[in-house]
């Protein structure tokens, strides 16, 4: 649904999806719900929750993550 190659792009299911993966421990999900909450695509902008997902993903192993995590701080 992020992306929209096999079904209609719809960022508010794509974040359903990526939450339910991102609880689960998924370090993908976890990073790309950081960057939909800074972009606020499917869910309000909050850097907060930016910067609280990329952090999980960043201690989960995502090394992109880290970088993102440190802009969401700003």
Known sequence: HYIGHTVDKDHKKAAIWFLKAAM???????????????LGEGVKRDNGR?????????????????????????
Do not use: I
Request: aromatic share 10%.
């Open 24 to 38: 689960q421990g998924d370090r993908d999900s976890q990073y790309n719900l950081g960057k939909m909450h800074e």
């Open 50 to 74: 930016c910067y609280l997902w990329s952090a999980v993903a960043t201690l989960g192993g995502n090394q992109e993550a880290g970088a993102y995590r440190d802009r969401c701080a700003l």
